[in-house]
C-alpha cells in the first residue's frame, strides 16, 4: 500500500504543477485536511534536491496561511467547527489543545506547528480562545518552519542514500507512522 503511495507521489513530485499542489496540501492539512505536507514535500526534495529549500519555504508559507483560515475559523465559526472537530473524532484533542493553551500558549503552537500532533485542531483552538494573532503566527512560522526545512535538510544531507533505501522501507516507515498516530490518539483520549 505505501510502496504504491511512495511511487505515486514520486511521480506527482516530478511535474511541472509539483509546487502548487504541495501548497495546496500545506494549507489543506492545516486548516481541516487530515495528510500532512511532509508525504509530498519529502519526495519532491528527493527528486530534485536543489529546490528542497525553495519547497520548505512553500510548504510552511503555505502551511501558516492555512493555520490562519484555521484561526479566523475558530475566531468567527466555533460552533459550526465544534460540530466538526467532534464528528471527525477530535473533540479529545480539542480538549487537551485547550488545556495546553492555558498552559503554556505560544509553546502550544510551535509543539503542534513541529510535531506531528494534529495542527489544525490547534488553529482553531488558537482562534476560538482569541489567541493573540502575532504570538500565533510567530509560533505557526517557527514551529512549522523548523519540521519542513529540518525534512529538507535531511534529504538534502542524506538525500541519495534515502532514495534508495526509502523504497525498501517505506512499507514499514508507513505502518510504524499509523501505529504512532493511533498510539497517539489513545494516549490523548485516555489523558
Same mark, same amino acid.
Given at each position: 500500500?505505501?510502496?504504491?503511495?511512495?511511487?505515486?507521489?514520486?511521480?506527482?513530485?516530478?511535474?511541472?504543477? %509539483? +509546487?502548487?499542489?504541495?501548497?495546496? #496540501?500545506?494549507? =489543506?492539512?492545516?486548516?481541516?485536511?487530515?495528510?500532512?505536507?511532509?508525504?509530498?514535500?519529502?519526495?519532491?526534495?528527493? %527528486?530534485?534536491?536543489?529546490? %528542497?529549500?525553495?519547497?520548505?519555504?512553500?510548504?510552511?508559507? %503555505?502551511?501558516? =496561511?492555512?493555520?490562519?483560515?484555521?484561526?479566523?475559523?475558530?475566531y468567527f465559526a466555533f460552533?459550526?467547527?465544534?460540530?466538526?472537530?467532534?464528528?471527525?473524532?477530535?473533540?479529545?484533542?480539542? *480538549?487537551?489543545?485547550?488545556?495546553?493553551?492555558?498552559?503554556?500558549?505560544?509553546w502550544a503552537i510551535f *509543539?503542534?506547528?513541529?510535531?506531528?500532533?494534529?495542527?489544525?485542531?490547534?488553529?482553531?483552538?488558537?482562534?476560538?480562545?482569541?489567541?493573540? #494573532?502575532?504570538?500565533?503566527? #510567530?509560533?505557526?512560522?517557527?514551529?512549522?518552519?523548523?519540521?519542513?526545512?529540518l525534512v529538507a535538510g535531511?534529504?538534502?544531507?542524506?538525500?541519495?542514500?534515502?532514495?534508495?533505501?526509502? +523504497?525498501?522501507?517505506?512499507?514499514?516507515?508507513?505502518?510504524?507512522?499509523?501505529?504512532?498516530?493511533?498510539?497517539?490518539?489513545?494516549?490523548?483520549?485516555?489523558?
Open positions: 500500500m505505501f510502496t504504491r503511495l511512495y511511487n505515486f507521489m514520486m511521480l506527482w513530485a516530478q511535474k511541472p504543477q %509539483a +509546487p502548487w499542489y504541495l501548497a495546496g #496540501l500545506s494549507f =489543506a492539512e492545516s486548516s481541516f485536511f487530515p495528510i500532512p505536507p511532509d508525504v509530498m514535500l519529502a519526495p519532491m526534495c528527493l %527528486a530534485k534536491p536543489a529546490a %528542497a529549500w525553495r519547497y520548505a519555504f512553500l510548504t510552511t508559507i %503555505a502551511s501558516v =496561511a492555512g493555520g490562519l483560515l484555521g484561526y479566523v475559523l475558530g460552533e459550526m467547527m465544534q460540530a466538526i472537530i467532534v464528528s471527525a473524532g477530535y473533540e479529545a484533542a480539542y *480538549l487537551h489543545a485547550k488545556h495546553w493553551f492555558s498552559e503554556w500558549g505560544f *509543539l503542534a506547528g513541529f510535531s506531528p500532533i494534529p495542527y489544525k485542531v490547534f488553529t482553531i483552538t488558537a482562534g476560538s480562545l482569541s489567541m493573540g #494573532l502575532f504570538p500565533f503566527v #510567530l509560533a505557526s512560522v517557527i514551529g512549522r518552519g523548523l519540521r519542513f526545512y535531511l534529504l538534502v544531507w542524506k538525500g541519495e542514500r534515502m532514495a534508495q533505501l526509502l +523504497p525498501q522501507y517505506v512499507e514499514r516507515i508507513g505502518w510504524g507512522v499509523i501505529v504512532l498516530v493511533v498510539t497517539l490518539y489513545f494516549l490523548i483520549q485516555w489523558t
